[in-house]
């Protein structure tokens, strides 16, 4: 928001401060600045000077001689602008001044142009007569400069030789660029910054005196107004002007325009943009005699319109866009922008003034759709105060009398249902002491807010907050208004209040941790890969025509056909790395994820999908399936499920090798895969080497996980060993031994140790040996080994229904 600080002082007169004191106490009041520009920056020396008499240069067809009176004294200076005349009143810049830029309005050096007494073709000139350009302004805005020559100023406005050109001008001026946050809709204004420098600088402030005009004749007699969608438009205002009278606007009006970057055009089309840049306020004009049947209805138009706007441009429309109608068709896009057939011309006669609100989210949405933002638009997607249209209104009417621009129509058409409800706030000033760690007395709170217009009930104890300040809303809001004016600077430093409490992650966090760095010291390094894969995914990893892993969601806006769906299965984006690290000629790769899967309860979509967390562990190289199921048990061991995990032998995952892949069980509960990867999903992948992965559904793990640890002593009675060297067939696996030999081992049995299985020679064809180391030991006694040799027999008898048998 740009703000003239001229502008500012004309509603806080009694501001007094220099341009930095201002940005600093504004900033310090909540009101960021950006930017200060000084609109006389580099002008030094300029005064209004009258030409007295003109001579031709003797040297110099295109030269002329001046003498100028600059009030004390009489200068010599020679120009080559053809526009001087004798009693020509100009700006001049003496010896020793400086100006702004060059005469073709280049870009200004940062410490202007220094003017010295010099000679033109052996004549002496002791200053400069400037251009607007010199001056560091344009055209555009002061459209009374020539194109190229001299700024002369009117002597209407009454300056004479010696006054200050720049101030003449109105460039003793400077703008501040405020941020504003996009709840802060009344500082949108220059009321609203107005306010906000009143309160911070304790000045009065003085909104504009609006006073109702107005013939004897009644508005809804030229124009009626129906609002069939009170929810997008809260409020609808609307005044004729008859007898319109197009003219430049006054100077006054041109230079705050100006000042803002808005070009001057005329008087109607300058009152419009003065009361959106005063109030907030947008406004729109229509040639009434445009406006079929004299009526305006405003409602939604229909999906698939199409609708040409005042740049000419065709715009489509939908049923959520907003339009302003008459009794045929559309005339303008609520809020946005109006249409070509409503163009205001200069031959209009009678004009319609129109100042609504519409809902902020709608004209957001609406603009971003058909592809179209304006000034109007961008005030109205804030959410204006329905209470302001009708004043600003009144305003701009008072305007157009006051410029002889036309003649005001009685009355006004308000359509205006629901009025907005006094927002009231309970007064809780410990409250807001507490929560800022201030002290601050009650009647200064007051204060505070009577410079803010905030009401009080007393008999209530409520504050009364006014409809402008919709950011207002409870009691945390209150206190930010005392801070703001208390001063941030000056709230003390407090240490926090509140009940001590031992931070700490989350469970499933702390699993996770655990994960990660079981996986990290094992020399995996962890990735993130994408959520969005293609429908060629399943078919690289063999995954059958009818299996439910291929029901996933499809993306409504994807980027392409290979990120068209989200993953059911954690496998894909790991393979790819993997992959890429072969391709790159990297020998010895592990990776892992995190990550989820996103498993629809049904499609099309009913409800949000079911999204499990997944580890995925994935290596080539140096490594075996062994090697990858010793880290998962390590990670097993450090998550407290040791004894509770089960690998079982399976066929089931077509990505993976039939006679290398097992499940895995966590407490009987099926919790994820292990195995190597298919070769022909190898190839799939462009990888001519064995992989190994292994993928765990972490939700169930984080269940089944404890950290809780029992300290146990150093055991006190030494422990038995025994060795078993048994024979089975090929087809038994060794985990169907251990589970037998923890059944029936008892609380004696200490741990269990597989170190050798051989298969050779000695051993019968089909058959393989399995050599375990067992221990036992009582925590409280010696064994003996009677009490070892019946443990012993009770696993061997139980062995044998397996056809396992001792070694001889």
């Given amino acids: 928001m740009n703000t003239p600080i001229s502008w500012i002082k004309a509603y ?48 110099a067809d295109k030269l002329v001689i001046c003498q100028v009176n600059v009030g004390a004294e009489e200068v010599q200076i020679v120009t080559g602008a053809s526009n001087v005349f004798k009693g020509a009143l100009v700006p001049v810049v003496l010896d020793g001044g400086c100006v702004a830029g060059g005469h073709d309005g280049s870009p200004n050096p940062e410490n202007g142009i220094k003017i010295k007494k010099g000679k033109l073709r052996g004549v002496p000139s ?23 020559g001299i700024y002369i100023f009117d002597e209407s406005r009454g300056v004479k030789p010696g006054d200050d050109a720049v101030a003449a001008l109105g460039l003793r001026d ?116 445009k406006i079929r049947g004299h009526k305006i209805v405003v409602k939604r138009a229909n999906d698939g319109d199409v609708y040409t706007t005042l740049d000419g441009q065709e715009r489509k429309l939908d049923k959520d866009v907003l339009m302003i109608n008459d009794a045929e068709g559309p005339v303008g896009i609520a809020g946005i922008m109006g249409g070509e057939n409503s163009m205001v011309t200069d031959d209009i006669q009678t004009m319609l003034f129109e100042a609504a609100t519409f809902d902020g989210t709608n004209i957001r949405l609406s603009s971003k759709r058909i592809g179209l933002r304006t000034d109007a638009s961008g005030k109205f997607e804030k959410g ?69 217009e905030i009401g009080y009930d007393k008999e209530t104890n409520m504050l009364l907050i006014p409809s402008f300040r919709q950011d207002l809303r409870c009691s945390a809001d209150i206190a930010e208004e005392v801070a703001r004016f208390f001063g941030y600077d000056n709230i003390p430093t407090t240490l926090p209040h509140g009940e001590a409490t031992a931070g700490k992650k989350s469970f499933s966090a702390r699993v996770e941790d655990v994960v990660m760095n079981i996986a990290e010291q094992n020399g995996f390094c962890g990735g993130m890969c994408y959520s969005f894969e293609g429908p060629k995914v399943f078919d690289k990893l ?3 025509d009818n299996d439910p892993l291929r029901q996933a969601i499809v993306i409504a806006n994807p980027l392409g056909e290979d990120y068209s769906i989200m993953r059911t299965v954690e496998l894909n984006g790991i393979l790819t790395s993997l992959a890429g690290n072969y391709n790159h000629r990297n020998k010895n790769v592990r990776l892992y994820e995190i990550g989820n899967v996103y498993l629809p309860k049904a499609l099309p979509l009913t409800e949000l999908p079911e999204e499990r967390k997944r580890l995925t562990l994935g290596m080539y190289g140096e490594c075996d399936f062994f ?59 462009d990888m001519k080497c064995e992989a190994y992965v292994a993928g765990i559904d972490l939700p169930v793990i984080t269940e089944k996980a404890t950290f809780d640890r029992k300290y146990e002593g150093v055991a006190k009675y030494p422990a038995v060993n025994r060795d078993l060297s048994l024979v089975m067939k090929k087809e038994v ?36 040996s399995v050599a375990f180391s067992l221990v036992f030991r009582s925590p409280e006694r010696s064994l003996e080994a009677a009490e070892i040799n019946k443990i012993v027999d009770k696993i061997l008898k139980e062995l044998e229904k397996m056809g396992v048998e001792l070694r001889a």
Avoid at 130 to 136: A, D, M, N
Avoid at 246 to 271: F, H, K, T, Y
Avoid at 738 to 757: P, T
Wanted: aromatic residues 8%; hydrophobic residues 35%.
């Fill in 384 to 452: 204006l105060d329905p209470e302001n249209a009708l004043e600003a209104i009144n305003r701009a009417c008072q305007l157009v009398e006051q410029l002889g621009a036309g003649e005001v129509v009685g009355g006004v058409v308000d359509v205006y249902p629901n009025p907005v409800e006094e927002v009231k706030i309970p007064f809780e000033p410990a409250k807001y002491n507490k929560l800022l760690g201030t002290d601050v007395s009650e009647e200064k709170m007051m204060e505070y807010f009577a410079r803010l």
């Fill in 174 to 289: 400077a703008v501040v660029e405020f941020e504003i946050t996009s709840n802060r809709v009344d500082c949108f204004s220059m009321i609203g910054m107005a306010r906000e420098a009143a309160a911070t600088f304790e000045k009065p402030f003085y909104a504009p005196e609006v006073k109702v005009v107005g013939n004897d004749e009644r508005t809804k007699d030229y124009i009626s107004v129906e609002v069939e969608d009170t929810e997008l438009c809260p409020r609808y205002t609307a005044r004729i002007v008859k007898n319109i009278k197009l003219a430049p606007s006054p100077e006054w009006m041109q230079r705050r325009l100006a000042a803002m970057g808005i070009r001057p055009i005329n008087n109607i089309v300058d009152i419009t943009n003065y009361v959106m840049e005063e109030y907030g306020q947008p406004m729109h004009a229509y040639d009434l005699d």
């Fill in 12 to 59: 806080v007169p009694d501001l007094d401060c220099t341009v930095q004191e201002y940005v600093d106490k504004m900033t310090l009041s909540g009101s960021h600045v950006e930017n200060a520009v000084y609109l006389d920056k580099n002008l030094e020396k300029i005064v209004v000077g009258r030409i007295e008499k003109i001579e031709k240069h003797p040297d």
């Fill in 733 to 768: 696996f060794v985990g169907s031994l251990e589970k037998v030999m923890k059944e029936k081992g008892g609380k004696l049995l200490e741990s269990i140790q597989l170190f050798d299985v051989y298969e050779g020679s000695q051993i019968e064809e089909g058959y393989k």
């Fill in 126 to 148: 002791y200053g400069m007569m400037c251009s607007i350009e010199e001056l560091g302004s344009t055209r555009d805005m002061y459209p009374e400069s020539p194109e190229d």
């Fill in 627 to 685: 090697l990858l199921k010793g880290v998962l048990e390590e990670m097993f061991l450090k998550l407290g499920l040791e004894g509770k995990v089960d690998f079982e032998p399976s066929q089931e995952k077509p990505f993976l090798h039939p006679g290398r892949q097992a499940l895995i069980y966590v407490g009987g509960t099926y919790a994820g895969f292990i195995g190597q990867v298919h070769p022909e999903v190898c190839e799939n992948y």
């Fill in 542 to 544: 063999l995954l059958p």
